[in-house]
């Protein structure tokens, strides 16, 4: 892990980068593959003039005619997103919003999480899909044709979900394909997807409708989705693990294209909860919570920021925030005065793993777990940060801790007691104040800072200003070259 802090200046500039060269798509399939008429029809239709084109590094390779196709076509000004600022899943709105774009176009695999500035196209890849193989993994995963079984897939895959289904039918009456859907008016598509006013469950005729995570499922009326085993279409990923420890009663068999082979994900979602509880204990056992901004795009992130900063403020503890793009570890590792990280991202991205990391990072779930008496632990687990807000399916109100009475409890990790109810000094004051000190002949009373008193007691403190203590000399000239070798230094 020391080399992510720290390395030879010499083997920086004499390093070699091996880049693996991706071959470009044909002209010929550009069409096809990235639904350049589709978007040109979206475009022209809508008289966009800037038109912003989201692409994921996978497909970099294409972007430069891609877009040079579309310009041609409409006439329109192209513009290339090319880093994205967070998870590529994610609309990039503000880096769209940051060359003036009316309309955005993201390319590759999405969350589908639903955004709110900018009228957006999804065109997904067509990724092959060898439809007697999957067929044949799933007779041998489902032998009991009665067998209830709900259709997940990656969004690469949406074309060709349907062939797949028609072939299954047959054999599988209970079979339940699940299909994408947007939410709002401003996302389109060419497929098969549908476009939605708002998330949750619903009710056609003898069927229950339930819309979570860009995908619509039709369940019988009076089952659950607990009642349903799950078949996966993908590689493992970030969406597997999202579908996984949401619904982590279903028992779970996927089909990858690559390899062509089906299997039973041995997955232990028990085990793989009881690290996330671990977390959640650490969060209790925190003073200093980091709150991370992994999204500027995902609806109602700013609503989830202001309910953390009150349930964290109400538990007792202080919180900072933090806005830094892309994590990893080097860069978490710069506050060390923070006790615990809370990211705020979409659904797929939200489950971090943290194990690399100095100090844990959890979701917004796990820290309204820590810090909401009212919440408890079960087998519900909650990815989609919009459902904890009030409204959503899974929101419960903060406890009031001005009305509590002194109440501790017991680390399971170190323990120690620990309090749950803000201090009273803390009541009346701002949560920004930083210190207040009163003092006296006889007695101090101190209200200070979590963080600058970690500071304050580091061995090293910065350098030592020294003010009027050191003279003013006029300046000399300083030395030549470059810092890994100033010209009197010669060369070793």
Known sequence: MADAFSSSSENVIQRQVDVTETSRT????????????????FITQNQFQKVALQFPDSLLQDSVAVASEVERNCKSKVFILGDTSYGSCCVDEVAAEHVGA?????????????????????????RAL????????????YPDTQSHV????????????????????????????????????????????????????????????????????????????SDYAMFYVG??????????????????????????????????????????YYAIERAKDASVVGILVGTLGVENYLSIIQQLKETIHRAGKKSYMFAMGKLNVAKLANFLEIDIFVLIACPENSLLDSSE?????VTPFEMDVACNKNREWSEEYVTDFRHLLPGGRSHVPVADGLEET???DVSLITGALRSNHLQDSEHAGSPFISSVVLRNQTMTLANTNTAAAFLANRSWHGLEQKLGETPVEKAVQGRRGIAIAYEEEGTS
């Open 26 to 41: 044909p002209l010929g399939k550009l069409e096809d593959l990235y639904q350049i008429q589709e978007t040109c029809d």
């Open 102 to 126: 009316d309309c955005i176009v993201h390319y590759g695999s999405a969350c589908l999480s639903p955004s709110k500035r900018l009228p957006l196209m999804y065109v997904f890849e067509k």
């Open 130 to 141: 060898n439809l007697e193989a999957c067929a044949s993994a799933f007779r041998v995963l």
């Open 150 to 225: 709900i259709v997940l897939y990656d969004v690469s895959y949406s074309h060709a979900i349907d062939d797949l289904v028609k072939r299954l039918s047959p054999e599988y009456p209970n079979l339940v394909s699940s299909s994408l859907f947007v939410e709002g008016d401003l996302c389109h598509i060419h497929g098969p997807i549908e476009s939605k006013h708002g998330g949750g469950q619903s009710e056609q005729g003898d069927r229950q409708i339930l819309h979570q995570f860009g995908r619509q499922m039709c369940l019988k009326q009076g089952s659950s989705i």
């Open 235 to 276: 590689q493992e990923g970030a969406t597997l693990r999202n579908f996984m420890m949401t619904w982590n009663r279903c028992c779970f068999g996927t089909f990858d294209p690559d390899t062509k082979e089906g299997r039973t994900e041995s997955l232990n979602v028990n085990r793989a909860l009881m690290k996330r």
């Open 357 to 361: 990391f100095y100090k844990p990072v």
């Open 406 to 408: 002194e109440q501790t």
